[in-house]
């Protein structure tokens, strides 16, 4: 049969509802609304090997967002599926079966998640050999068309590659992993220790903090502190994700973490302040200060990140927290936390809050916002920082099913989400008459990945032609990134690597070396020795 003939007769297998059920729960079209993810772009999303194993293992690794919930009702009935909509008064699942139920809030008794997939396994057992390769090369040809999207000077077709790149080396030579279990977890985050310029803390999403010291002859790694008894981290993007050091932390030696827990009914994202022994080598034990807590509504999009700004003032990332779509406008409504950066001052306390509103917050004494907004409309801005030499704030927001994109975040702009997915328009449901949306900076489709991860503008040494470069990447492709701008409109992007691991995080320290952290365990530092920005790679 020929290569067309093959994928006609996945096609045709895929929409069978009789034979397999894959039409029941997914579109291919970017519609959405079915219990699965929309699979338009699924053949640039994974290579032939990963797409089979999501039909034969469904449950291996859970597409974000799509977390099984089980909602038992006070009558003693349980519902599972997956949540499009949560609001105070209902909560709409779409079962396996396809079909939409809506339950009353008041009628729920409690709500939990399962780490099964709503798609079941076995699927394939009643297909031949050659019936799986037609399905198998069928979702292989679903990708996003080069045209589809609108072409835009910040969303290149190609991204070209360096002729000579980066490269990316093992720092610790020990993977810091807890074994594997039921459930997936990993490294989150690397951070220097401020005045220790080789004590480093690392983050395990379970709630693990090791310091690692590495020294001339060799690295030591001893448990600085262990909230796992506290910290979520059974299913979606939850656990212990972010650390920030108080600028002013070799005085008083006060740090900032930023995690999920599991409270009234849901999973809350929490941030607290803690503080160091006066040795700078083990936590005072003290009880932690909590800053602030944020419930979710889905178990999705916490954000990740905490960093001070060059102001002295903490900045967050926080996601809409779900259903997909943004179904109840989380981006564009100011009386919610939730999708948006938000900034408060640690140092001040006011209004029987832990913390106080600077001054120039730009919704400081709006009755219809909450003060605490910095910016909004970003759908998950898992990562973020700071230039160090401008200060400009740049904002890696993670798209939902075609592209993912980088911002430069200004007092008071909207970037967009849900009415805008990048430079796409994405609903019109919370558009607003007048609105000003702010575009990215860069956008990139599924052939380059699918979920982004903020880095830094290098700072190191000056004389590098990395010099000034943002550099990022996407945790699934493990591409690295790096990009250049002027008045935010781009001028250059490049690959400039590949990270060995799941890129979940970049870190710098304090001579402005930029290091990787691997979602499995291993932290590595960029060497740009070799390397040259300003020549590409011609095949
Ligand atoms: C009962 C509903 C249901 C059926 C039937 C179903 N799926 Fe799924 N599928 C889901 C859900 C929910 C997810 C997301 C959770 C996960 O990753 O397992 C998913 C995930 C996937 C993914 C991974 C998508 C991503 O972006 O990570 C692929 C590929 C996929 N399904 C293909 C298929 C194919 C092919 C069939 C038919 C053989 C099928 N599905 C049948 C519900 C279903």
């Given at each position: ?152 000077h910040g969303m290149p ?247 993912e994109e980088v911002d ?14 990048a ?17 990215p900076v860069f956008a990139y ?25 943002y550099?990022f ?8 990134f790096?990009l250049?701008q002027?008045?935010?409109?781009l001028?250059?992007v ?46």
């Amino acid at each position: 049969m020929s290569h067309e003939g093959v994928v006609a007769q996945g096609a045709k297998l895929f929409a069978d509802e009789q034979k397999l059920a894959c039409a029941k729960c997914h579109t291919v079209n970017g519609q959405g609304g079915k219990a699965g993810p929309d699979l338009l772009a699924v053949g640039d999303k994974f290579p032939r090997r990963e797409l089979i194993d999501a039909v034969l293992l469904p449950s291996a690794t859970i597409a974000v967002g799509y977390v099984t919930s089980i909602m038992e009702t006070k009558s003693g009935v349980e519902y599972t599926g997956i949540i499009q909509q949560s609001t105070d008064t209902e909560v709409q699942l779409i079962g396996a079966d396809g079909k939409l139920v809506r339950i009353a809030a008041t009628d729920i008794k409690e709500k939990r998640g399962s780490p099964l997939s709503l798609m079941p396994e076995g699927l394939h057992a009643g297909l031949s050999l050659q019936e799986f390769t037609d399905l198998t090369e069928y979702l292989a040809t679903l990708k996003q068309p080069e045209n589809a999207l609108i072409s835009n000077h910040g969303m290149p077709g190609i991204i070209p590659e360096l002729a000579r790149p980066v490269a990316v080396r093992q720092f610790f030579n020990e993977l810091l992993r807890i074994p594997p279990g039921k459930v997936q977890s990993g490294l989150t985050y690397l951070a220097q220790v401020p005045g220790h310029t080789n004590v480093f803390l690392v983050l395990h999403q379970t709630g693990k903090i090791w310091m690692m010291e590495k020294t001339e002859v060799g690295e030591a790694k001893t448990l600085f502190s262990d909230l796992s008894n506290e910290v979520f981290s059974e299913r979606g993007p939850n656990g212990l994700l972010g650390l920030a050091f108080h600028p002013k932390f070799r005085e008083n030696r006060k740090y900032y973490l930023k995690y999920q827990v599991f409270e009234e009914g849901t999973v809350t994202t929490t941030l607290v302040e803690k503080q160091f022994a006066p040795d700078f080598r083990h936590d005072s034990g003290q009880p932690a200060r909590r800053l602030l807590k944020i419930l979710s509504v889905a178990e999705d999009h916490g954000g990740g990140c905490i960093q001070f700004g060059p102001d002295g003032f903490l900045y967050l990332g926080m996601g809409d927290t779900g259903p997909h779509h943004d179904p109840n406008g989380h981006g564009q409504n100011l009386q919610l936390l939730l999708a948006k950066m938000l900034r408060i001052d640690v140092d001040h306390a006011e209004d029987g809050k832990a913390y106080a509103i600077p001054a120039d917050n730009p919704f400081r004494g709006r009755a219809d916002a909450r003060p605490e907004i910095w910016a909004f409309g970003l759908r998950e801005p898992w990562r973020f920082s700071f230039d160090s030499l401008t200060g400009d704030l740049w904002v890696a927001d993670v798209g939902q099913d075609r592209v993912e994109e980088v911002d430069i975040v200004r007092r008071g702009e909207n970037y967009g989400w849900n009415v805008y997915e990048a430079f796409e328009p994405f609903s019109n449901r919370y558009r607003k008459e007048g609105a000003n949306y702010t575009p990215p900076v860069f956008a990139y489709k599924r052939k380059y990945g699918n979920s982004i991860t903020g880095g830094f503008v290098y700072r190191g040494d000056k004389r590098s032609s990395f010099y000034g470069v943002y550099i990022f990447g996407d945790y699934t492709s493990k591409r690295i990134f790096g990009l250049t701008q002027e008045n935010r409109v781009l001028k250059t992007v490049r690959q400039i690597g590949t990270a060995p691991q799941g890129l979940v995080s970049f870190s710098t320290d304090e001579q402005g070396n930029i290091y990787v952290v691997g979602f499995e365990g291993m932290i590595s530092r960029l060497d740009f020795t070799d390397a040259s920005f300003d020549e590409i790679r011609k095949d």
